[in-house]
């Protein structure tokens, strides 16, 4: 899955809870401006804030490594 659907993704999942961008960066302990460029296309996150931004939203995120 590319980063752009995993995005999209996280906001569609944020949206449909009723969970504002503020809330959720205090929620993940992820920062409120990294979390807006993420959902814009403009971030590149680590695998660690994409992890604590899947477990505040009851979202799985795996990764697979292929040859």
Do not use: C, W, Y
């Not at 569609?12 to 401006?33: F, N």
């Not at 814009?40 to 799985?60: F, H």
């Amino acid at each position: 899955m590319h980063l752009e659907a995993i995005a999209n993704m996280v906001k569609a999942r944020r949206e449909s809870l009723s969970v504002t961008q503020d809330t959720l960066a205090q929620l993940s302990g992820v920062a409120v401006r990294t979390l807006k460029q993420f959902e814009s296309g403009k971030g590149n996150p680590t695998l660690q804030t994409l992890q604590k931004l899947g477990d505040a939203l009851g979202l799985e995120i795996t990764f697979a490594i292929k040859n």
